[in-house]
Protein backbone atom coordinates (compact mmCIF):
# COMPACT_ATOMS: atom_id res chain seq x y z
CA UNK A 1 0.00 0.00 0.00
CA UNK A 2 1.43 3.46 -1.17
CA UNK A 3 1.99 5.91 1.59
CA UNK A 4 -0.31 8.45 -0.53
CA UNK A 5 -3.08 5.91 -0.36
CA UNK A 6 -3.04 5.26 3.46
CA UNK A 7 -6.13 5.72 5.45
CA UNK A 8 -7.76 3.82 8.63
CA UNK A 9 -10.24 2.83 6.89
CA UNK A 10 -8.39 1.01 3.84
CA UNK A 11 -6.00 -0.43 6.60
CA UNK A 12 -9.34 -1.07 8.98
CA UNK A 13 -11.12 -3.36 5.27
CA UNK A 14 -7.63 -4.74 4.67
CA UNK A 15 -7.04 -6.37 8.33
CA UNK A 16 -10.91 -7.63 8.13
CA UNK A 17 -10.83 -8.54 5.16
CA UNK A 18 -7.67 -10.97 5.81
CA UNK A 19 -9.17 -12.06 9.12
CA UNK A 20 -12.55 -12.82 7.69
CA UNK A 21 -10.76 -14.88 4.58
CA UNK A 22 -8.40 -16.82 7.25
CA UNK A 23 -11.14 -17.56 9.48
CA UNK A 24 -11.35 -21.70 9.68
CA UNK A 25 -15.54 -21.98 9.01
CA UNK A 26 -15.67 -20.03 6.02
CA UNK A 27 -18.89 -18.61 4.61
CA UNK A 28 -20.80 -16.26 7.15
CA UNK A 29 -19.82 -16.32 10.72
CA UNK A 30 -21.72 -14.88 13.56
CA UNK A 31 -21.46 -11.23 15.29
CA UNK A 32 -20.04 -12.50 18.71
CA UNK A 33 -17.84 -14.59 16.41
CA UNK A 34 -16.50 -11.57 14.59
CA UNK A 35 -16.37 -9.37 17.77
CA UNK A 36 -14.27 -12.52 19.92
CA UNK A 37 -12.01 -13.51 16.93
CA UNK A 38 -11.37 -10.24 14.57
CA UNK A 39 -12.18 -7.47 16.73
CA UNK A 40 -10.80 -8.71 20.14
CA UNK A 41 -8.13 -11.10 18.48
CA UNK A 42 -9.17 -13.87 20.57
CA UNK A 43 -8.62 -12.16 23.70
CA UNK A 44 -11.50 -11.15 25.63
CA UNK A 45 -14.90 -12.40 25.48
CA UNK A 46 -18.61 -10.22 25.06
CA UNK A 47 -20.45 -10.41 28.66
CA UNK A 48 -23.78 -12.47 28.25
CA UNK A 49 -25.94 -9.19 27.89
CA UNK A 50 -23.62 -7.79 24.77
CA UNK A 51 -24.34 -10.99 23.04
CA UNK A 52 -28.11 -11.13 23.84
CA UNK A 53 -28.31 -7.69 22.62
CA UNK A 54 -25.64 -7.91 19.17
CA UNK A 55 -27.45 -11.17 18.33
CA UNK A 56 -30.85 -9.54 18.88
CA UNK A 57 -30.23 -6.70 16.35
CA UNK A 58 -28.50 -8.72 13.68
CA UNK A 59 -31.69 -11.48 13.78
CA UNK A 60 -29.35 -14.19 14.47
CA UNK A 61 -30.45 -17.24 16.96
CA UNK A 62 -30.35 -16.56 20.86
CA UNK A 63 -29.30 -19.20 23.07
CA UNK A 64 -31.77 -19.93 25.79
CA UNK A 65 -30.26 -18.32 27.94
CA UNK A 66 -30.34 -15.06 26.15
CA UNK A 67 -34.09 -15.78 25.72
CA UNK A 68 -34.43 -15.74 29.19
CA UNK A 69 -32.35 -12.49 29.09
CA UNK A 70 -34.69 -10.44 26.90
CA UNK A 71 -37.93 -11.81 28.10
CA UNK A 72 -36.79 -10.59 31.52
CA UNK A 73 -36.19 -7.26 30.05
CA UNK A 74 -39.76 -7.14 28.57
CA UNK A 75 -41.05 -8.13 31.85
CA UNK A 76 -39.54 -5.06 33.43
CA UNK A 77 -40.29 -2.32 30.61
CA UNK A 78 -36.48 -2.67 28.91
CA UNK A 79 -36.70 -3.67 25.87
CA UNK A 80 -38.94 -3.54 22.51
CA UNK A 81 -37.38 -6.78 21.44
CA UNK A 82 -39.55 -8.85 19.17
CA UNK A 83 -38.63 -11.92 17.90
CA UNK A 84 -38.14 -12.46 14.14
CA UNK A 85 -38.59 -8.64 13.51
CA UNK A 86 -35.39 -7.08 11.24
CA UNK A 87 -33.95 -4.06 13.34
CA UNK A 88 -32.19 -0.80 11.31
CA UNK A 89 -32.09 1.04 14.25
CA UNK A 90 -30.70 0.67 18.33
CA UNK A 91 -31.21 2.97 21.08
CA UNK A 92 -29.21 1.57 24.07
CA UNK A 93 -29.83 2.88 27.60
CA UNK A 94 -27.26 1.56 29.75
CA UNK A 95 -25.38 2.57 32.95
CA UNK A 96 -21.88 3.28 33.90
CA UNK A 97 -19.14 0.75 32.60
CA UNK A 98 -22.00 -1.42 31.00
CA UNK A 99 -20.52 -2.01 27.86
CA UNK A 100 -22.39 0.15 25.64
CA UNK A 101 -18.97 1.70 23.57
CA UNK A 102 -17.97 -2.36 23.18
CA UNK A 103 -21.32 -3.02 21.86
CA UNK A 104 -21.40 0.20 19.64
CA UNK A 105 -17.56 -0.35 18.21
CA UNK A 106 -18.89 -3.72 17.06
CA UNK A 107 -21.79 -2.29 15.22
Do not use: C
Not at 43 to 49: D, F, G, V
Not at 57 to 85: A, H, I, N, Q
Request: charged share 25%.
Amino acid sequence: MALDSFSVESLFDTLIADGISSFEGGGNISIVEFAEEFIFNGKNQLYPPQRAILKAFYGEELSEDELDTLEYWTELDRTTYVPGRNYRHLVLEAGRRSGKTTIISIL
